[in-house]
């Protein structure tokens, strides 16, 4: 596993080989349209009384000619989307060719994308930043698998829809203190085991559902895009304030169905199903792997825009976390080392799901560069800036996390709001003067709508949120029989899910009434 990882890794580094010293991390700056900037630079000083526009002094001095060279063409997220239909068709009409190819395609298309970037559009700046993300997802995501394959839950209690609804809510709120990633590994093995004589397709769609996505919205820690909206500048608890009344409408609704579709379920006559008759209702094995997750989940805040003292690599005024990663590779590489051989055993771990969740998003994360670019170029051109309202920020931010990761989904959709009212996401003044409203018309009932939008419609598909992909896979490697890509979104997805997200929507958004 380890091997195919740095093979992996070592390709991508080779063909950022060519990138030059003057890469700068900057993402509202670079796609703000000709058209869009002078209309934030006519209006900022009557919009913003209570704040000086640093942004116009910025826009004045941009070239707009050169800039334009480096916006990829339409024609340019065609691999993208290819990949998407392959991940989607290939485990169900080629599935040999696919198990056996899937990592040469991913790379292939990915580097096709990047090589467009460097050499064609010479555009460095896109790459890097796709790097960057990509290795921060890539560590925390590992970390926390390792260090929860190690621990061993036993849930002794009799199968029944009310058990297994209290395990999907403590794993909602787990998810806030140690991510949606950390909870979904810890949970999924004890779930399924509870459930091994009655697991059905539903059991899992809905632990990725609650658990795996909408569960952590409360906190930075939850979920990506509200960590990297705190580390731009958003307060640790904002989400907390904002974000609980949409979440709790969210998980009354996901529970109340799965507990319709729980009662219903029978097998051989019995709807309970005894598993254990141990004295004890949780057995654990592995207890010091809880020590290692703990450490995994402080190593988050070792970041160089939170704490200035952490070294950092410097770009134009912009500080590149590497100390966090490394740290993050050595806690999994410790968690696994000494875990105990028999809760590793027992909980049938490998390195198969996280094998295919590092392969698979090396695709994602380069082909997914000019999709996300066309998006924020045209949410801040001039006809996008007069689209933008609360109401398109949740359906639009929404819409695209369910297909492009929902971590820069999300950093988009902000700047372009942001940029939209004359405020910069570079400035970490702004970003909190913004998520308090101080000085901007609406701005907090927007970035709600984005924050709830991005991990909310991360569950629509496997690809919407990291935990996912990884979920159905450890699930499928227990013997459970997961849906397609598309029959995921058809049957599970758009039925269940679609209607809860159109729910708190209007409730929260529309109607405000909540």
């Known amino acids: 596993m380890f091997r195919n990882i740095a093979i992996s890794a070592l390709w991508i580094f080779i063909l950022m080989a060519g990138v030059k010293s003057n890469t700068i991390y900057a993402l509202a700056d670079e796609s703000l349209s000709h058209s869009a900037n002078h209309n934030l630079c006519k209006g900022v000083i009557e919009e913003r009384t209570k704040h000086t526009p640093v942004l116009c002094s910025n826009i004045q001095h941009q070239q707009p000619t050169e800039k334009h060279n480096h916006i990829p063409p339409s024609w340019l997220a065609i691999p993208f989307i290819l990949l998407l239909c392959m991940i989607a068709s290939g485990p169900l009409l080629y599935e040999v060719f696919w ?13 096709l994308v990047i090589s467009y970037y460097l050499f064609v559009l010479h555009n460095y700046i896109k790459p890097t930043e796709a790097l960057m993300e990509y290795i921060q997802f890539i560590s925390l995501i590992s970390a926390l698998y390792m260090a929860s394959g190690g621990i061993l839950i036993n849930v002794n209690k009799t199968a029944t829809p009310i058990v297994n609804l209290v395990l999907l809510w403590i794993g909602a709120i787990l998810a806030n203190f140690i991510g949606t990633t950390g909870a979904s ?24 559902f609650i658990v795996s996505n909408v569960g952590g919205a409360l906190t930075p820690i939850g979920d990506p895009p509200l960590f990297l909206g705190f580390l731009k500048g958003v307060p640790f608890f904002w989400t907390l304030q904002h974000n609980l009344l ?10 109340l169905i799965f507990f319709w579709l729980d009662n219903r379920n029978v097998v051989n006559g019995k709807k309970n199903i005894v598993l254990s008759k141990s004295s004890r209702a949780i057995e654990i094995v592995g207890k010091r792997n809880f020590i290692w997750l703990l450490l995994v989940i402080l190593a988050v805040f070792v970041d160089p825009n939170i704490f200035d003292w952490v070294p950092a690599i410097h770009y134009h005024g912009h500080d590149f976390s590497f100390v966090r990663e490394l740290l993050l590779l050595l806690l999994a590489w410790f968690s696994y080392r000494y875990a105990s051989r028999i809760a590793l055993q027992s909980n049938a771990f490998n390195f198969a799901p996280i094998k295919e969740v590092v392969l698979i998003f090396i695709g994602i994360f380069g082909t997914m560069m000019p999709a996300l670019t066309l998006i924020s170029n045209f949410a801040q051109s001039e006809a996008g800036i007069n689209l933008i309202t609360h109401n398109s920020l949740y359906w639009g931010a929404g819409i695209f996390s369910s297909v492009l990761d929902n971590a820069p989904t999300y950093l988009n959709f902000v700047a372009a709001t942001m940029a939209s009212q004359g405020a910069d996401i570079l400035q970490p003044s702004e970003v909190y003067q913004y998520a308090m409203g101080q000085g901007f018309a609406n701005s907090i009932l927007r970035l709600k709508s984005i924050s709830v939008a991005s991990v909310f419609f991360g569950a629509m ?9 990884m979920v159905k896979s450890i699930a499928e490697q227990l013997g459970v029989r997961m849906p397609a890509f598309f029959n995921y979104i058809v049957y599970f997805a758009i039925p269940f899910l679609l209607p809860i997200l159109f729910l708190v929507w209007l409730v929260c958004f529309y109607l405000q009434i909540l």
């Open 461 to 469: 598909t496997y690809i919407g949120n990291g935990p996912n992909f």
């Open 99 to 111: 198990h056996k190819h899937y990592p040469k395609i991913s790379i292939l298309l990915s580097g």
């Open 246 to 255: 949409p979440w709790l409408l969210a998980i009354l609704m996901l529970s």
């Open 185 to 208: 590994m810890l949970l999924i093995r004890p779930y399924i085991r509870l459930n091994q004589d009655r697991i059905k397709t539903y059991h899992i769609v809905f632990f990725i």
